[in-house]
C-alpha cells in the first residue's frame, strides 16, 4: 500500500507532453470526440470534465479511498449540491447539532423551502437518534470536528446507526482532513471538504469537494452540471499544486495547534479551551482512538467581547480574518465570522459566546506564535 505522502504527490498524474507539472487548460470548450456521449459527457468547462479537473478529482479520490471525486466551486457548493441531491424528492436527514454556521443556515432555512426537512441531533447521544427517524430519512450528516467548538462525534456509531437503517453516512472531513481522518475507510459513504482550507493550504482560492462511490458521484456531478457550482481550470491547478505538501504542512499545524493549546489552558485570562488533543477535552479519547492527529484549529473563551476584541487588536502575527487552513495563523470571533447567520440567541444555544476565539494555527515557529499570544493577552 503506498502511503498518503507519496500518494498526494504523485496519484492521478498525468505527464501532458512530458510537463512534470499539469499546466492550466484555459479552455472553455473541446473538440467533440463522441457525438453519443450523453450530456454530462460533453467536454465543456462548466461540466467539471477538463484535464484539470479529472487529475484533481482522481487524486482526491485516491487520497481519501474512494471510488470517485469531484471538485466544486466552493464547499459550501460541495455540500449543497450533495444535499439536494441525496435529499430531493421530499428527504429527510438527521444533522449533528453545531455544525459550521454556513451549513447550519442552509439545513434551517433553506432546506424546509425545498420540500427537504432535517432533524438535530446531538452525535454522540445514539438513544435519540432513532426516535427522530422518518420513513424519508435518507442520510446522517456530522462534521468530522466541529466549528469552532472541536467536539468528535461518535463517528463509529454514526456509521453503525446508518448500516443498520439504510442510511447513507456523510461528513465534513474540513477539520481532520485526510492526513488525520479517512472518514471512508471508518465506513462513511459520503466525504466533503471545503477545499479552499487545508488542502489547498494557502489562502489563495474557494473550492470544495465530494468524495464517495461512482454512482453518488454520478448523480451529484449531474446535479452540479445544472446548478453551475464549477471550479475554474486555474484554481484546479493551485489546489493540485497544494495537495502535494499537505502532509507536511498538516503534521506541522498539528503539532503548532496542540503546542497553543496547552499554553493557552495554563494562561489566567483563558477560561476554557476547545482542543481535542488536550486530556481535558470531553471528546479526547475518541479522537486518540480515531485520528492521527488533533488538526491545527482550537478556540479558546475570554471574560466578554471587549477582552476578545482587545486581545485580537494586539497580535501581530495572528490575523484577524475568517478561514482557516493556510500556512499563516488566523485569529477570528466566530460570533461575527462562521456564525454571523445566527441570532445571538442561537449562538447562546451552541455555545458560541461572544468571548468566544478561534485560532487556525499555520506553520509558523511554535515559540513565536506564542509570544504573540502571550503579549496580546497580557493585562495592562
Not at 498524474?13 to 459527457?41: C, H, I, M
Not at 470531553?282 to 473563551?301: A, C, I, N, T, Y
Not at 476578545?308 to 493556510?326: K, T, Y
Given at each position: ?16 507532453q512530458g ?6 487548460f484555459?479552455?472553455a ?12 459527457g ?14 484533481l ?7 481519501c ?14 455540500i ?5 441531491t ?5 428527504g429527510?436527514?438527521l ?12 439545513a ?5 423551502t425545498m ?27 456530522v ?26 453516512a456523510v ?6 482532513t ?11 459513504d ?6 479552499t482550507?487545508y ?6 482560492l ?9 454512482e453518488?458521484i454520478?448523480?451529484?456531478?449531474g446535479?452540479l452540471?445544472?446548478?453551475?457550482g ?7 491547478f493551485l ?8 502532509a ?7 503539532a ?13 485570562t483563558?477560561?476554557?479551551?476547545n ?6 477535552h ?19 473563551e475570554?471574560?466578554?467581547e471587549?477582552a476578545a ?6 497580535l ?5 480574518a ?5 500556512v499563516?495563523?488566523?485569529v477570528?470571533?466566530p460570533?461575527?465570522t462562521?456564525h454571523?447567520g445566527q441570532?445571538?440567541?442561537?449562538r447562546?444555544?451552541?455555545g458560541?459566546?461572544?468571548g468566544?476565539?478561534?485560532v ?10 506564542w ?6 493577552l497580557?493585562?495592562?
Amino acid at each position: 500500500m503506498i502511503d498518503l505522502r507519496t500518494d498526494l504527490v504523485h496519484a492521478g498524474e498525468r505527464r501532458v507532453q512530458g510537463a512534470v507539472v499539469l499546466p492550466v487548460f484555459q479552455s472553455a470548450t473541446y473538440k467533440t470526440a463522441d457525438e453519443n456521449a450523453d450530456y454530462d459527457g460533453i467536454h465543456y468547462l462548466r461540466l467539471s470534465n477538463s484535464p484539470n479537473h479529472q487529475v484533481l478529482a482522481d487524486k482526491l479520490a485516491t487520497i481519501c479511498g474512494g471510488e470517485s471525486a469531484l471538485v466544486t466551486g466552493s464547499g459550501m457548493a460541495a455540500i449543497t449540491t450533495t444535499l439536494i441531491t441525496l435529499l430531493e424528492d421530499g428527504g429527510h436527514m438527521l444533522a449533528q447539532d453545531c455544525l459550521y454556521g454556513g451549513t447550519l443556515t442552509f439545513a434551517t432555512r433553506d432546506v424546509p423551502t425545498m420540500g427537504m426537512a432535517v432533524d438535530f441531533v446531538p452525535a454522540d447521544a445514539e438513544e435519540v437518534w432513532a426516535p427522530k427517524l422518518r420513513e424519508s430519512t435518507r442520510l446522517f450528516f456530522v462534521e468530522a470536528i466541529t466549528n469552532p467548538l472541536t467536539a468528535i462525534a461518535d463517528l463509529e456509531a454514526v456509521v453503525s446507526f446508518c448500516r443498520k437503517h439504510g442510511l447513507l453516512a456523510v461528513i465534513d472531513n474540513t477539520f481532520a482532513t485526510p492526513v488525520n481522518l479517512r472518514p471512508l475507510d471508518l465506513g462513511f459513504d459520503v466525504e466533503l471538504h471545503s477545499a479552499t482550507k487545508y488542502l489547498n493550504g494557502h489562502s489563495d482560492l474557494v473550492a470544495g469537494c465530494v468524495v464517495s462511490s461512482a454512482e453518488v458521484i454520478r448523480r451529484v456531478r449531474g446535479k452540479l452540471n445544472h446548478l453551475g457550482g464549477v471550479l475554474d481550470p486555474h484554481a484546479c491547478f493551485l489546489l493540485h499544486r497544494g495537495l502535494k505538501t499537505l502532509a507536511l504542512r498538516m503534521a506541522q499545524q498539528n503539532a503548532n495547534a496542540h503546542y497553543l493549546a496547552e499554553r493557552l489552558a495554563q494562561h489566567p485570562t483563558v477560561l476554557r479551551v476547545n482542543y481535542p488533543g488536550l486530556k481535558s477535552h470531553p471528546d479526547h479519547e475518541r479522537g486518540r482512538r480515531l485520528f492521527q492527529g488533533f488538526g491545527g484549529v482550537l478556540s479558546f473563551e475570554l471574560a466578554d467581547e471587549a477582552a476578545a476584541r482587545r486581545m485580537l487588536a494586539r497580535l501581530q502575527l495572528g490575523v484577524n480574518a475568517p478561514s482557516l487552513g493556510g500556512v499563516e495563523t488566523l485569529v477570528s470571533r466566530p460570533a461575527v465570522t462562521s456564525h454571523a447567520g445566527q441570532s445571538p440567541q442561537e449562538r447562546q444555544v451552541l455555545g458560541i459566546v461572544d468571548g468566544l476565539v478561534r485560532v487556525a494555527v499555520g506553520i509558523e515557529a511554535e515559540q513565536d506564535l506564542w509570544a504573540d499570544f502571550e503579549q496580546a493577552l497580557a493585562q495592562d
